[in-house]
């Protein structure tokens, strides 16, 4: 059985990142005093798209490099490639807060992004074998 420690240390990252995503938007639930939806709060909202956007690529990020990993295509450059991807999405979910997209949010969409398309061209040749 391969040695599964670029998935486990990156999806144990992404819950504990997802943790500090859900307190931001308890957070600014409580301030807000708003029990269901958004209330119309600039704060909440904002704070809930964080935790949105990540849970909507981390999944299939985890899902890729637990697939190249199993298959043997680990490596600096699959660990390289996940932390890059958590460090983009604390980016975004920081970027996210600013009144304006800024350069955080735009750095940390790029963080995002490169690395899952890297990973998905990765994932395909491995499939084909060619790699």
Not at 20 to 46: E, F, N, P, S
Not at 64 to 74: D, N, R, Y
Not at 98 to 117: H, S
Request: glycine share 12%; proline share 3%.
């Amino acid at each position: 059985m391969p040695d599964l420690h670029i998935t486990l240390l990156s999806a144990g990252i992404a819950a504990l990142t997802n943790l500090w995503l859900a307190m931001r938007c308890g957070r600014a639930r409580t301030k807000g005093k708003i029990a269901h939806g958004d209330g119309g709060d600039v704060t909440l909202q904002r704070a809930m798209r964080a935790q949105s956007n990540f849970i909507e690529y981390t999944p299939l990020l985890l899902l890729l490099v637990f697939a190249l990993e199993i298959t043997g295509h680990s490596g600096w450059l699959l660990g390289v490639a996940a932390g890059l991807f958590l460090i983009g999405r604390i980016l975004h979910a920081i970027g996210l807060d600013a009144d304006k997209p800024g350069m955080l949010r735009m750095i940390g969409m790029m963080c995002t992004l490169i690395p899952t398309l890297g990973l998905a061209i990765a994932a395909i040749l491995a499939g084909v074998k060619l790699i």
